[in-house]
């Protein structure tokens, strides 16, 4: 089933982690979020798909702490710790083997995406169809925005870099080419590169997760395009490539990556 959450707002929400890319989040807070209700709805954790919706994103400055830089003596200065702000968004989700839209709305509600409370009495969740018309039904319920998508069939628009000096260029180089194109490319958060083997990683305490091993990780980023949600090729998608563009968790060796399309 693919059930659209219209009209989401976070309040004071964690815009300074890894995931915050380029004045968006990136695509694994979604992905967070969805397997934090997986267990709730009763569906296996890790098999639920994300396309977000962006809407707007207003940044603050954050807050401040003391910090002392030595010039002429000892000064104190304040120095930015944390950066929040006010997300609008909406989520569509793909869950298989779920039919029931209600409890999707009562479960979500009240729950934190990127450290922000989703903020309503209570959601309602609307079903979607499962094709390209579905884009039609969900700019009806929508103000405006656009989604974050991959770029199946580009493969340089494919790269993605865990920090390395070579993978950085090829990334700035698409996003910033020579000629201007009319694709509005935008660098997003894609996951991890594990520093660790999971099953050698030591026994770790006070995790956030019991049930999965805790390894250290570096952040991944990548390539992809702020499509309007108006956008005529969309709605006119099978339902295999609509299913596509969601993000959902993919493993490639010791990369933890947001979508199958992304290769190391």
């Known amino acids: 089933m693919k059930c659209l959450v219209p009209n989401i707002t976070l309040e004071d929400a964690n815009l300074f982690p890894n995931d915050y890319v380029s004045g968006l989040l990136g695509t694994t807070a ?3 979020l969805a397997a934090h209700m997986a267990p709730l709805l009763g569906v296996p954790r890790w098999d639920i798909s994300v396309l977000t919706i962006y809407h707007s994103v207003y940044a603050t400055d954050g807050q401040t702490r003391p910090e002392f830089r030595v010039k002429s003596g000892f000064r104190p200065a304040e120095k930015v710790e944390d950066m929040r702000g006010d997300i609008r968004l909406s989520l ?33 969740a609307k079903r979607v169809s499962g094709d ?8 009806e319920h929508v103000r405006g925005g656009g989604y974050i998508l991959q770029r199946p069939n580009k493969p340089n628009f494919r790269l993605i870099s865990s920090g390395d000096e070579q993978g950085l260029a090829a990334i700035a180089k698409t996003l910033f080419p020579a ?3 009319s694709e509005r490319l935008v ?3 894609l996951g991890f590169r594990l520093l660790e083997a999971p099953e050698e990683a030591p026994e770790r ?27 005529p090729h969309l709605m006119e ?7 596509d563009l969601f ?18």
Not at 97 to 118: K, S
Not at 132 to 139: L, Q
């Open 92 to 124: 569509i989700f793909d869950i298989p083997d779920f039919d029931d839209a209600q409890l999707l709305g009562e479960v979500i509600t009240g729950c934190t995406l990127a450290g922000g409370t989703i903020i309503s009495d209570l959601i309602e």
């Open 187 to 189: 660098p997003i958060a």
């Open 205 to 231: 305490y006070n995790t956030r997760d019991a049930i999965t091993p805790h390894v250290f990780a570096e952040p991944v980023v990548g390539v992809g395009e702020l499509v309007s949600i108006k956008s």
């Open 237 to 243: 998608l099978t339902p295999n490539g609509v299913s």
């Open 30 to 32: 979604p992905l967070g």
């Open 247 to 264: 993000w959902r968790w993919s493993l490639n060796d010791d990369w933890i990556l947001t979508h199958p399309k992304y290769k190391n």
């Open 179 to 181: 000629t201007r194109i």
């Open 132 to 139: 390209g018309s579905c884009f039609s039904e969900v700019a």
